[in-house]
């Protein structure tokens, strides 16, 4: 019940920042070639999965690009706002697919269960 409420939150959030960004009249163009851009945080697995778990979540919390978007609003950057939202609705994605923030013992260890079988 709980994975599942967290799941539809990321499907939430991946619907509000798709609004959001809509909305905004940004170039999808932008969009399309930044969707995946958190996930070469992954690359920290190179180094174990202790150093990958601590970069791949420091790609997928939504504290860093909600402080972008808030910060690009106020300083009246249409870029930073952008970014914020497609880094935002990338996060929603995942949560939603059930790619929750990694555990340092296992790429498929998440907050949200363990990914795929076995």
Same mark, same amino acid.
């Given at each position: 019940? +709980? +994975?599942? =409420?967290?799941?539809?939150?990321?499907?939430? =959030? #991946?619907?509000?920042?798709?609004?959001?960004?809509?909305?905004?009249?940004?170039?999808?163009?932008? $969009?399309?070639?930044?969707?995946?851009?958190?996930? =070469?945080?992954?690359?920290?697995?190179?180094?174990?999965?202790?150093? &990958?778990?601590?970069?791949?979540? #420091? $790609?997928?919390? +939504?504290?860093?690009?909600?402080? =972008?978007?808030?910060? &690009?609003?106020?300083?009246?950057?249409?870029? #930073?706002?952008? /970014?914020?939202?497609?880094?935002?609705?990338? /996060?929603? /994605?995942?949560?939603?697919?059930?790619?929750?923030?990694?555990?340092? +013992?296992? $790429?498929?260890?998440?907050?949200?269960?363990? /990914? &795929?079988? &076995?």
């Amino acid at each position: 019940m +709980t +994975t599942a =409420l967290l799941r539809l939150e990321g499907a939430a =959030l #991946c619907l509000a920042a798709l609004a959001g960004y809509w909305l905004s009249g940004a170039n999808w163009w932008l $969009f399309a070639i930044l969707i995946l851009a958190p996930d =070469l945080s992954m690359l920290g697995y190179l180094k174990g999965p202790r150093v &990958g778990a601590y970069a791949y979540n #420091c $790609f997928h919390v +939504t504290l860093w690009p909600l402080a =972008l978007l808030v910060g &690009g609003y106020v300083a009246g950057s249409a870029l #930073c706002v952008s /970014i914020g939202l497609i880094w935002l609705a990338h /996060i929603g /994605i995942d949560r939603a697919l059930g790619y929750g923030l990694k555990l340092p +013992t296992d $790429f498929r260890d998440t907050h949200l269960g363990r /990914i &795929g079988r &076995g």
